[in-house]
Each structure stands twice: as structure tokens, then as C-alpha cells.
């Protein structure tokens, strides 16, 4: 059953991607591998293993990673090299690096089948190497090591728990690119920055707003090769159709600044979307298609009814004990 159940999220998937991202092409089945592992539930042993991969595909996470465009598809050459940043928090716990390809096809009966071979090389603010995940097919029961590259596998993966705080920098090296250019894809968690100015809600989407009070919203704006304007940093809002009224974001230092959405009644229906100016790159905004694409909230308080994740047994109960594989309830 794990393969129409995997099926189906992907379905779930690309229907969200052609929301979020409506002027883009759908995603590579690379880029489908790599938002899956990344935002898998480990089981088994630490990091992959033979047992489980990289462990249990849970769909709304994956799906809420995806909204957060920390993804990111491309190719690299011989030789070639395609550079990331990623600015890691002191109250970000973890630093995770997803690479996932598509390989051209191998030649019959012959080992090691992999033809085009990308290195996934982080590095830390202090110019230490943090290496990805790598098994040992000749003793599988044993936990996967992160002390050396990995030449074997189209997927690779760097974790790296209490990372240190800054800008880490992310290289894809084509090692040995004999069929080249090779596509990829690459997920980073907490953030992925490449050369341009990025937007992002770290604390996401208001879920509900209550009526009759502002409602603060946290916007992380940042720029790598390029500067920000400054002023451009704008928060654009509505409330129930006709034209977005414009407020500048409040900057709140190292990159953060906060906008307020105005208070509104329940029988309002906010619309909202941020902007920013690039030196290189121009106009910014988030969503990326803003103001075709914006940003919703309910006005309301929302009560919590019932929260089950089915992780484990509150009560429920099916069938019956004459139930078999193929009669019963």
C-alpha cells in the first residue's frame, strides 16, 4: 500500500503547487523525491537506513515545506558548481540539506549504475564541512555515518542538529557529469537564499484574526548578492475587495520587520501580500505572483473541537472481530 498512498500525496502536492505557484511549470520528479524525504518522519535509525529510507512521508508537512519555496530546481556541468546560502537562527535546531536528481539511464549489469555523480557540500559560518548521509551496503543493519561524500546514491542529505548560527553556504558540485547538464532539486530547511532578494513569513500565515483587534505579522526580507531598497518594504492589504492599501514595514533588525494588518469585523475578508525592492533583481513579492496570487485569513476565534494526528490510539474502533482480508466491515 505504500505506493498509492505515496501516489496519492503527490497528487495532493501538484494540485497545491499549481495554486502556490500558478505561472510555473510543475515540479521535477526529483523535486517531488526531495520534498518527501525532506520532510519525512525519521524511523528506525538516525538519518536513512534500509529499513524505512528516509522514513515516513507525512503530506502536510510536506505540502507546507513546498508553500514556503525553500526549494529550489537547476543544473549543474562537469565540474560546474551552483552556490546557496542558508542563514541558520540561534533558535533554528536544526540545519537540513536535501539533493535529489534523476540520473540518466545506467549502463545493463554493471556496478556501481550511477552515471552522473553531484556532490552536496555545506559548509558552516566557520568554514567547518558537514558531510551527508552515507550507508554501508555491506553491513545494513548499521546506523548511517556523515564523515565522508557520498558517491553511490541520487539522493543525498545533510543534517546537522544545533547548527551554528549564520550564513551557511551550500554548494551542488557536478563531480563526474559524463552526460551532462544534470537537473536537480534541493530543499533547505530553515531557509534557502540564492543570488536575489527573498521574502518569507517565519512564523507563516495567520490562521485566524480576531475581530476588532491588529494583528501584528512577522516578515523576513533578506538579499544575498544584492541590497535591499530601503522603504520598499511594504505590507499591501485589503478587506473585502477594491483596491490594496500600502503601510511600510517596521524594521525589527536583522533582517525582520513587522507589518499590521488594520482591525476588522467577521464579515470582512482580508487579502494581504508584502513587497521589496532589490537593487539587482527589482520588485519582490510574496506570494510570488502577488496581487494575483495573495494571502488569506479567517476572521474569528477558532476552538479546537478535536485534534487527532492518529499517531496514537485515542479510542476509535472499525470492524469487528469476524472481519477478514476479504469479507466484513
Not at 62 to 82: A, C, K
Not at 112 to 140: G, Y
Request: include cysteine.
Amino acid at each position: 500500500m505504500a505506493a498509492p498512498t505515496v501516489t496519492g500525496i503527490c497528487a495532493l502536492i501538484l494540485q497545491d503547487y499549481r495554486v502556490q505557484f500558478p505561472t510555473q511549470a510543475d515540479p521535477s520528479n526529483a523535486t517531488l523525491k526531495a520534498l518527501l524525504a525532506h520532510n519525512a518522519k525519521d524511523k528506525g535509525n538516525p538519518g536513512p537506513d534500509y529499513q524505512f529510507g528516509y522514513g515516513m512521508v507525512k503530506g502536510q508537512a510536506t505540502i507546507d515545506f513546498m508553500r514556503s519555496g525553500n526549494f529550489d530546481e537547476d543544473q549543474v556541468s562537469q565540474g560546474g558548481v551552483v552556490i546557496y546560502e542558508a542563514i541558520v537562527t540561534a533558535t533554528d535546531t536544526e540545519l537540513k540539506v536535501t539533493l535529489a536528481w534523476d540520473d540518466v539511464p545506467g549502463t545493463p549489469n554493471v556496478n556501481p549504475s550511477l552515471v552522473n555523480d553531484l556532490d552536496l557540500v555545506v559548509i558552516s559560518p566557520s568554514s567547518v564541512q558537514a558531510f551527508p548521509w552515507r550507508l554501508d551496503a555491506f553491513n545494513p543493519s548499521a546506523r548511517a555515518t556523515q564523515a565522508q561524500a557520498n558517491h553511490v546514491d541520487i539522493i543525498e542529505q545533510v543534517a546537522v542538529e544545533a547548527p551554528e548560527a549564520g550564513t551557511w553556504t551550500i554548494f551542488v558540485h557536478g563531480f563526474n557529469v559524463p552526460q551532462g547538464p544534470q537537473s536537480f532539486s534541493i530543499c533547505v530547511s530553515p531557509g534557502i537564499l540564492s543570488s536575489g532578494v527573498t521574502i518569507s513569513l517565519p512564523d507563516g500565515v495567520p490562521e485566524a484574526i480576531e475581530p476588532g483587534v491588529s494583528t501584528p505579522v512577522t516578515v523576513e526580507i533578506l538579499a544575498v548578492g544584492e541590497s535591499v531598497v530601503g522603504g520598499t518594504e511594504t505590507l499591501h492589504h485589503r478587506y473585502g475587495g477594491g483596491a490594496f492599501q500600502s503601510s511600510p514595514l517596521t524594521a525589527l533588525g536583522g533582517g525582520f520587520f513587522e507589518g499590521t494588518l488594520s482591525p476588522t469585523s467577521c464579515a470582512a475578508t482580508p487579502e494581504f501580500y508584502f513587497s521589496a525592492t532589490g537593487t539587482v533583481s527589482g520588485a519582490v513579492t510574496l506570494p510570488a505572483n502577488a496581487p494575483t496570487d495573495v494571502f488569506s485569513s479567517l476572521v474569528g476565534e477558532i476552538t479546537v473541537i478535536l485534534d487527532d494526528d492518529l499517531e496514537t490510539d485515542q479510542g476509535w474502533g472499525v470492524g469487528a472481530g469476524s472481519d477478514t482480508a476479504t469479507g466484513g466491515i
